[in-house]
């Protein structure tokens, strides 16, 4: 079994809680939510895509400011 860090957040069509999961921070079994993410975690799942149940596909993208925060993307 995989060790990894996940990002937790709430679609915003449905509000089920999704997350991601990456391999680019310590790897330590953390959770963040989205005003906490770590950069290299951020930058690893800001390219993805993840397929909600209420159909849609929805993704996270970085906010601009001095600190990493993340909001959610809505694709397609």
Do not use: H, N
């Not at 449905?14 to 989205?34: N, P, R």
């Amino acid at each position: 079994m995989g060790v990894y860090d996940s990002v937790v957040f709430r679609c915003p069509f449905c509000g089920i809680e999704l997350d991601f999961q990456s391999k680019a921070g310590e790897c330590a079994l953390e959770v963040y939510t989205l005003d906490q993410v770590p950069y290299a975690i951020a930058k690893d799942i800001e390219s993805m895509g993840i397929w909600c149940v209420c159909g849609k596909t929805v993704g996270l993208r970085i906010s601009r400011s001095s600190f990493v925060k993340m909001d959610v993307r809505v694709e397609g």
